[in-house]
């Protein structure tokens, strides 16, 4: 089973940023071919798509809420790939979620949570008003 982490996420107030970064926990793993998405759940509500990136890093896909806001990228050499979150607000309140895509999964597919057969535990993003 292939085991992912997510790290940065904190505390901070509306209007500031936030860099979130993902990576496999054991070395033998690793994200190169493969599309990867960010996720969030807010406290009673239903896990939603946040962003993903094709396997080769050529096209990114955001949802409309974060779109403008967020950019998220990958570092294959680095096996990591990050989401940096900027002009935060009390809406982004969530535990985020780090996904490797199956390997057969079409970039069609990639705001579908069924995509993603593997994720980190989620890091925990809290702005305050």
């Known amino acids: 089973q292939v085991q992912l982490v997510e790290s940065g996420g904190g505390s901070v107030q509306a209007g500031g940023s936030l860099r979130l970064s993902c990576a496999p926990s054991?070395?033998?793993?690793?994200?190169?071919?493969?599309?990867m998405g960010w996720f969030r759940q807010a406290p009673g509500k239903e896990r939603e798509f946040v962003a993903a990136?094709?396997?080769?890093?050529?096209?990114?896909e955001y949802a409309d809420s974060v779109k403008g806001r967020f950019t998220v990228s990958r570092d294959d050499a680095q096996n990591t790939v990050s989401l940096r979150m900027n002009e935060l607000n009390s809406a982004d309140t969530a535990l985020y979620y780090c996904g490797r895509g199956s390997y057969g999964t079409g970039w069609s597919s990639r705001n579908n949570i069924g995509s993603y057969d593997y994720w980190g535990p989620g890091t925990q993003v809290t702005v305050s008003s």
């Open positions: 054991a070395r033998s793993e690793g994200i190169r071919g493969y599309t």
């Open positions: 990136i094709h396997w080769n890093g050529a096209s990114t």
